[in-house]
């Protein structure tokens, strides 16, 4: 299939889905230009991914990408206000300019994502070693665990980013 | 087609992901305080071993370069946050590649919207976890996967929203006793000293009772309806249905497993599902047969090896994150 045709699956999957899923999308966000947003961004996914749903599964397929997405921007407001939160305390001279404000909060995303689903302990190992720079002696002592248990965490937790970064 | 690729893949993502471990450890012995010149060196011997060793190094290297472009402070302070404000994203998008995606302003409004509010909420458990709290009065509330609850409890009553998800609940004697209530989308439960769960589904709330008695109330009003100890029954914003007797699948979560009693091998799959990552489907040839037994929900692999063992039918695996019970060839 070199030639998009109009006839194809994914055509026919947005034809006759498109509609219901951005109602769907609206009975949860509660406004419709989200719900268009996230209705488009859940074909955009399908597209990009070229895993189509096998026939008879659409709807449930379609909804499961569709909430992911809504978490996904969920947090990401989440994020942004936390930043901006964070801005506001700050002493001005140490307030970065605006024009990286937006490369930030897209680092901090992809970073939320690397991190999600990681213990408590492991995630802030990481996150005291590698963004405060504390030796893993220091963290040991602040989570009350062995410095070698430190180390395990380190690595489990950095193994963990690679891959959650990798099926981003 | 993924298909046809998915065992020469799934060799591959193995080696690469015993590389990610390894790079991961090296670079953990790296950034210790104690780390010595000679773990340079051998860390240097491993890489130069194979390109997959190096690849791997060089993706590690990538991971804490992200780390290191973030301001001190407000990046920790930031992602605490939010990971205590936001519920876990489900296991199983993780492995769909994702694309960035526009946030509308408009999105602010979510916080007061269902979703918003079962993010939001005091008590959650993420895709592959339980939890079981202890509340000021002694009752034990224990949550099922994927579940958010939010607790209120006032001078006169106790009051529990069930805003998604499935919880447990033992209720804590006191006296003078304050009304225990339990509320869902669809109606309330009132409960006269007792064990239960309460199940939210997309349509309709479920409640089952090991202990005691409940008083349900649809939320459009109408007679409530008692449900017994060994009784459980559903109902919707209009309507109750009458109680029937409990079946051990409504409650043996609470012991990580699922017993099932001639359990349709739809309602199977689409149970055990709840509790894989990833996809997990089933041919409509298969939906009607029944199953009975007791499996587990902690490797749920394990329990659809043992349907596909007991019943004519067997499991098409796509990746691992995709698997569908489908008939015996």
Known sequence: ?168 | MPANQSGAENIGQENDSNAIEAAAGWMARLLADDATEQDSINCQQWRDQSSLHEQAWQRMCQITGKFASLPKGTGIQVLEKVSQSVVSRRRFLNVLALAGIGVTATWLGASQTRLGRSLQAQYRTGADETRTFTLEDGTRLTLNIDTAVDVDFSAEKRQIQLHQGEILIKTGHESPRRQFLVTTHFGQLIALGTEFCVRQYEHYARVAVIDGAVEAYASSGGKPQRVDAGQQTRFDKTMIAPPEPLQNAAISWRHGKLVAEGMRVADFVEEIGRYRPGFTLYDSAVANLTISGVFSLQDTDLALQSLASSLSVELQYRTAYWVKVIPAR
């Open chain 1, 1 to 168: 299939m070199t030639s998009v045709n109009i006839s194809s699956p994914i055509n026919n999957l947005y034809r006759d889905n498109q509609f219901w899923l951005r109602g769907w999308l609206y009975s949860r966000v509660g406004c419709s230009e989200t719900a268009a947003d996230l209705a488009q961004d859940t074909f955009l996914r399908l597209l990009k991914t070229g895993n189509l749903p096998p026939s008879g599964e659409s709807r449930r397929f379609l909804t499961r990408i569709a909430k992911g997405l809504m978490i996904d921007a969920y947090r990401r407001q989440k994020i942004e206000e936390a930043y901006l939160e964070s801005l506001s305390l700050m002493p001005e001279t140490f307030i970065p300019g605006p024009e990286i404000h937006h490369v930030i909060i897209e680092t901090l995303a992809e970073i939320a994502v690397m991190l999600d689903n990681l213990p408590d302990n492991v995630r802030l190992t990481l996150l005291l070693r590698q963004i405060e720079g504390l030796s893993y002696a220091d963290i040991a002592k602040q989570l009350s665990v062995s410095v070698s248990s430190v180390e395990k965490y380190v690595a489990r937790g950095l193994a963990a980013c690679c891959l959650a970064l990798e099926s981003y």
